[in-house]
């Protein structure tokens, strides 16, 4: 199941992406890989998220992305485009491939969620065809004053996720 991600983004002609790869694959849990030019190694993670405490059959076709890189850079470290590509492909790859929605929570360890949550919203407007994919950008602030930024992609066509996420938008608008 996990290898056709690479087949499924070579067949959508996302050429400007890296090959991914399969590293590992549990029943629940998806691990790719890919290699950028400099060296860097990156690994892309999708597992089940819960976003509610809501009872729903949809709940659990929701899964969080976390990416980071796994090797440093050897030689000048660039921007580079591809890694952008090759993330935002894989994520409309994996929610394709499994018919699930995906969810991205901004780490906080370093201060930096804000940057994060911004360059993701920006990745978005750029990667995603807005007739094919939903996304919606959430700041999430609770009652000790912790603020989360993050945010869900999901295919617009798929109504069983869509009215599930109109549910768990409905719950935290009413907290």
Known sequence: MGKRLHLLLKAKGLSNSYPVY????????FTYGFTCTNGVEYQVSFDPIKLSNIEHNQSDRIYAIAFAPKTESIGES???KRIKDTIAA???GFIDQEHV????IC???DNKE???YKLFEKWS???LDAKTYGYAPRSIEYQNNMEVFGGIIWKMADEEIANYLTLVDEEFKNK
């Open 90 to 92: 894989s994520i409309t």
């Open 114 to 116: 804000k940057c994060r």
């Open 125 to 127: 407007r750029e990667c």
């Open 101 to 104: 929605a995906v969810a991205f």
């Open 22 to 29: 399969l590293i590992s694959q549990s029943v629940t849990s």
């Open 78 to 80: 660039k921007h580079d």
């Open 107 to 109: 780490d906080s360890n």
